[in-house]
């Protein structure tokens, strides 16, 4: 790949379709329905292929995230997110219903009222009403559910089930605990709302870390977006291991003067994120023990084993992000590899796409 | 603001303009030359602004940076950046060198080496040799920088001076100590070149927190970036006051079920930086006391005070990112406000320009 100027994301594509693969077996192992989240990948190609290996859907976090997938022709679209609907957004909304079967989150009154008001839909919008099951960032609590249901109902909106996000999930040895938390709360959310006699067609959860440990017999899809690529923060949570990353970013050795590699991927290739639980900025794929210690905009500095030699001056490494959804939507396309030698290019469709 | 769809980025150009003529000031009343770093700001119209305001010219980080202000018409640019100049980047910094006056920085022979090779230019190109003043990232120990400028003079560079950046500087109290470290390693190196012989006509510096402290009996140029915008780092570091910061998020609040404010302004727009020093992942203008405690792709949960009432469901608000930097990078243009009203759009003409 060295035609290529570094740096920029490449995806091997091998990866990328065993991964695919694993994810859409676990969703069907399970009898779950997979609605993937594009957030991660932001590409029509991929999203294309989660379809064709049997995703029900997808899911997105935005409107325009949902413009630029329904342009261009998905059908089934959840907008995993409690959105505050105004007049232009509910005008946005109306026409993405009239293109395809459109799921919104709710999660207030006050955010019903206003998403039935401003789109002024016949017959309702379809929503999902979102659960708190641990991450306490967004959703109501399970013993809520049933009296937001009701309250959407009579604001004129349709009630087609539950979501929730297991996001505690995220951290080594949190993943068991968080899908029990996911399934708790949703059997929860579940009860309330039969009990009041609203129907509960989807009960929607999963992350990458929580997919595999889904209960089956509270779940009906679940929306993993990572697994794609999978990225350094589920190598350290022990979701995947190397030969699952099917992203990084091919960069140059460009200084050795500190004694230690600097790498001309900085955090505006690779994203800033770094939780406190992480071991680093991200990590090199040739050298396991390696980590992205400091990270400027334009440099990544990496302490690499002393065992090992340092990598000369020009060397191209591959660098795995902590956060791959963030290292994508930084990138205009991803380099597709497929042992060594590039066979595509794929647009980052939705890349900014926040509003 | 109201027509607008959150989260977008917001300039003040009044405040933008105070900060422009502050630090204009500053480097008149020390004598010393400013040439900003526009990787901040990535916009023709603040570049222009900046040399309007007497800057003698430009920092970039990369060399698409520089390609994108060239062809826009400037003409003084120094990539302060320790390039690796494969024949790829040869043939665009030739292509650069004809087009303007341009300086590029190195830190090693190796990388002497291949840009004098790769560019193949008659007279040989102009360098600064990078000094590490004690952030450790790049650039050579000062008593060092005689040695490679000499090597690069027998390479065939023409080396013009040398440079650093003071990033220790970054964090409360800490800039004092940078701005001697920055000074000491400047002339350190000075001596060290003229003993050998060498020119020295550029003696290159400077950061935000550090601007005010850079040692005009040492350095000849400084290159702040980040004080056209300031952010919530500059706060607590305490190099601005919240009337200084022209740049925030705006941002709806789009859930307030876990008791907190949750804004739909998340790491994808106003980036995931966060030093240890930091106090959250941003601040927010219209409360002052508010911290963004917990960041995801798009929701900041803020931790609002308890001595103020919480802000009603579909409010805007005003997020100050902790690194503006990474903030504009993320966003296709920033919105020109005066006074409240929308009076122009600029491009983030560089976004992306990583290679």
Redesign the interface.
């Known amino acids: 790949m060295?035609?290529l100027?570094?740096?920029?994301l490449a995806v091997e594509i091998d990866a990328l379709e065993r991964n695919l693969v694993a994810m859409a077996e676990t969703a069907r192992a399970r009898s779950l329905s997979l609605r993937p989240h594009v957030?991660t990948h932001k590409s029509l190609e991929i999203a294309a292929r989660q379809v064709e290996h049997g995703a029900t859907g997808i899911s997105v976090?935005?409107i325009s995230e949902a413009e630029v997938f329904v342009s261009a022709g998905f059908k089934d679209v959840f907008i995993a997110?409690?959105?505050?609907v105004?007049r232009?957004?509910g005008t946005r909304l109306r026409s993405l219903a009239e293109r395809c079967s459109l799921l919104v989150g709710i999660?207030?009154l006050?955010?019903a009222e206003?998403l039935s008001r401003n789109t002024g839909r016949q017959g309702g919008f379809d929503v999902l009403v979102?659960i708190?099951s641990g991450h306490?960032?967004?959703?109501?609590?399970p013993g809520a559910a049933a009296g937001l249901a009701l309250a959407a109902v009579r604001a004129g909106l349709s009630v087609r089930g539950i979501f929730t996000f297991p996001?505690h999930g995220y951290g080594p040895g949190r993943a068991v605990q968080a899908a029990a938390g996911e399934a708790r709360a949703l059997a929860l959310a579940t009860q309330g709302l039969v009990s009041a006699g609203c129907e509960v067609g989807v009960v929607s959860g999963g992350s990458t870390p929580t997919a595999a440990l889904s209960d089956a017999g509270v779940l009906s899809e679940m929306r993993p977006g990572v697994y794609v690529f999978n990225d350094a923060q589920q190598l350290e949570m022990g979701t995947c291991v190397m030969g699952d990353v099917a992203l990084s970013a091919a960069a140059?050795?460009?200084?050795?003067?500190?004694g230690r590699p600097?790498l001309?991927?900085g955090?505006?290739?690779l994203?800033?994120?770094?939780p406190s639980w992480a071991s680093g900025y991200g990590r090199v794929v040739e050298e396991p023990d390696a980590r992205v210690c400091?990270l400027?905009?334009?440099?990544a500095?990496v302490a690499w084993p002393e065992s090992s030699p340092l990598p000369?001056?020009?060397t191209v490494l591959r660098v795995v992000p902590n956060?791959v959804?963030?290292a994508v939507?930084?990138?205009?396309e991803l380099v597709v590899v497929r042992g060594g030698v590039v066979i595509d290019h794929w647009r980052v469709a939705a890349r900014?796409a926040?509003?």
């Open positions: 060295s035609e100027t570094t740096p920029y957030k976090a935005t997110y409690p959105l505050w105004d232009s957004r999660d207030s006050e955010g206003a979102e708190d306490h960032r967004s959703g109501v609590a996001g140059t050795v460009v200084s050795r003067a500190s600097v001309d991927a955090s505006k290739v994203g800033a994120d770094r400091a400027s905009e334009h440099h500095t000369e001056l020009g956060h959804c963030s939507n930084l990138a205009e900014g926040n509003g």
